[in-house]
């Protein structure tokens, strides 16, 4: 049997990257930035917001469009979207412009995993969809590293607006090659028989569409969509506060300069990498040792939360190393929850609605994630101890865990 199914992985994993490339360039250059355009920490604070606050709204919009128009053309807008958006920023020469491409970046952006899930969806049986989800979304931490030597070199040599212009156009080499290979199942001329009918074993109602058009409020009738949701709203936080507060708690605990950090934050993202990849080889794995999905995918997710259990050591222990440790297991643990409760989305509801419920999710973490930044900030400034934010990090999956096991059934 061929495997045409990875090369669509394939195209995801880049698709990612890009992403996170796109997203980082904003952040590494600030300093430069700041200077050349004289912008204060409050207006880049509002930039950031402008971020966030267009992925949250983003989200809704995204995952309609996705199940309305498919993933061929709408992942190919998304990604054109914001990829004009990143390179938009090269022409900024003030908050505003800033503020502005900022936001459309969000827009653009908001589309990735919705699309990406569906894509998943539609390409691969329930028994290799975790492994498939934690594949692609490794290009999440590749995008982080590779994204500060692109960058640096760029900057270094001709200047920070054209770092903007060349990661930005990177997006649009990606919709060549995704228009040129990507077709849904059906219509894939490369596809053997004999894998199509691997793709489509599973017969389940909830996995085959049955052609009838679902409205997307159905959504909210099943308390599986509030279990989904309300875990997202939970515990996506904490993967944003080690990756925003680290060098941070580095810089105050062991009086780090970045010059020191860059080998610490490079070894982090280099481990979550796996993460991804483990988590969801474990779940597929089970799955295909005879288990049933529902076993498999709360198994990998418990595993997973208590990986994270651990962080609540960190404000005791006073060796650098093991604290990157911590931090690096919590890291790898939350790429493995992501790759499980992404999957959780396509193994209970209809593809149709999958690219819907994938952004519903995704916009009660950034919900759950814009409240928490504001809380972790406000108690740093209260009790300047890091102790009760890593507590209350360390618990976040054992209770979305929780909501999982009590909201969500599968049939």
């Known amino acids: 049997m061929k495997q045409y199914r990875w090369r669509i992985v394939a195209l995801l994993f880049f698709a990612t990257t890009i992403n996170y490339i796109d997203r980082q360039v ?3 250059l600030k300093p ?5 355009i004289s912008l204060s920490e409050a207006e880049y604070g509002y930039i950031v917001s402008a971020f966030q606050t267009a992925y949250a709204i983003g989200m809704l919009l995204a995952g309609r469009f996705i199940d309305k128009f498919g993933t061929r053309i709408s992942y190919s807008i998304a990604i054109a979207v914001w990829s004009l958006a990143g390179c938009l920023h090269a022409a900024a ?3 505003f412009h800033l503020a502005a491409a900022r936001f459309m970046l969000g827009i653009g952006e908001s589309a990735n995993f919705p699309a990406a899930i569906k894509t998943i969806t539609e390409w691969f049986p329930k028994k290799e969809r975790a492994f498939a989800t934690g594949l692609f ?3 999440s931490n590749i995008g982080a590293i590779v994204a500060p030597l692109i960058v640096t070199y760029i900057t270094v040599e001709y200047g920070w607006r054209e770092a903007f212009i060349v990661t930005g156009l990177l997006g649009f080499l990606w919709i060549i090659a995704w228009l040129v290979f990507y077709q849904v199942p059906t219509k894939a001329k490369g596809l053997s028989k004999e894998e199509f009918d691997y793709i489509h074993q599973d017969k389940s109602e909830e996995d085959v569409d049955d052609g ?14 509030l279990g989904i949701c309300l875990a997202r709203f939970v515990c996506d936080w904490p993967w944003w506060f080690f990756l925003f507060w680290t060098p941070d708690f580095l810089s105050k605990t062991f009086h780090m300069d970045l010059t020191a950090m860059q080998i610490p934050i490079v070894i982090i993202y280099i481990i979550s990498d796996f ?8 779940s597929s794995k089970m799955m295909r040792m005879g288990r049933t999905a529902a076993f498999s995918r709360f198994a990998g997710l418990l595993i997973c939360a208590l990986l994270v259990l651990p962080v609540s050591l960190i404000p005791s222990v006073k060796t650098l190393w093991i604290v990157i440790g911590i931090i690096s297991l919590a890291c790898f643990a939350h790429q493995g929850w ?5 999957t959780v989305v396509s193994d209970n509801y209809p593809k149709s609605q999958v690219a819907t419920m994938t952004a519903l999710a995704g916009f009660s973490g950034s919900m759950g994630g814009i409240i928490a930044a504001s809380s972790v900030g406000l108690i740093l400034e209260i009790t300047n101890s890091y102790y009760v934010v890593f507590m209350v990090a360390a618990m976040t999956y054992v209770i979305a865990w929780l909501l999982l096991r009590l909201f969500v059934r599968y049939k």
């Open 275 to 282: 993460g991804g990849i483990v988590g969801g080889y474990i």
């Open 93 to 95: 020469s003030n908050f």
């Open 137 to 139: 979304n490794s290009g």
């Open 32 to 36: 430069i930035i700041s200077e050349d």
């Open 26 to 28: 904003l952040g590494l």
């Open 212 to 225: 009838q058009k679902k409205p997307w409020w159905n959504l909210f009738k099943r308390r599986t969509t």
């Open 338 to 342: 992501a790759a499980n409760i992404y």
